[in-house]
């Protein structure tokens, strides 16, 4: 009986297993074209469109904290608005877990690099991220990004290029 019951565990273990995969997968066709939209050429508005109302996004940048939807939409705007020729380069995507459990909970992480150029200053960055990602009915409720931000636009200022 005991063997009955342990395997029954594992056969329920590996059927949850293979649906928050599935779940994972659908979830990472949407941040990745979240992220494709800061590329260039960038799209605002899909990006808006997948973002939730009731977002919540740690911010990279140095003293903002987590910040809500129009938080998200003004950095998004900030970037799109302000860099060319961006790509997200040598992405290593992964499937999120639970804290307690520490199985897949359909949540998307990333490392990765970011590079592009000031459309000001004409300077190119070139910075290393990691992001995640959760997502409730088809769209982004919860996210993060790490990276030197405020570095970043220093880098690429216009006292950067006098020097």
Request: contains cysteine; proline residues 2%; aromatic residues 12%.
């Amino acid at each position: 009986m005991r063997y009955i019951i342990l395997s029954l565990m594992v056969i329920l273990s590996a059927c949850t297993q293979t649906d928050d995969l599935a779940l994972y997968k659908t979830n990472l066709e949407i941040v990745q074209k979240a992220m494709a939209c800061y590329e260039t050429p960038q799209d605002f508005e899909t990006f808006a469109s997948l973002v939730h109302a009731d977002v919540e996004h740690q911010s990279p940048v140095y003293g903002q904290g987590k910040v809500g939807y129009d938080g998200v939409l003004g950095q998004a705007k900030f970037y799109m608005e302000g860099f060319s020729n961006v790509a997200f380069e040598n992405a290593v995507w992964l499937p999120g877990v639970d804290t307690t459990s520490y199985t897949n909970d359909g949540s998307v992480r990333v490392y990765g690099t970011w590079t592009g150029e000031s459309k000001e200053t004409g300077n190119s960055f070139s910075v290393d991220s990691y992001h995640y990602f959760d997502i409730q009915d088809g769209q982004i409720i919860a996210s993060g990004d790490y990276f030197d931000a405020t570095g970043m636009v220093m880098a690429v200022s216009a006292q950067a290029a006098q020097e």
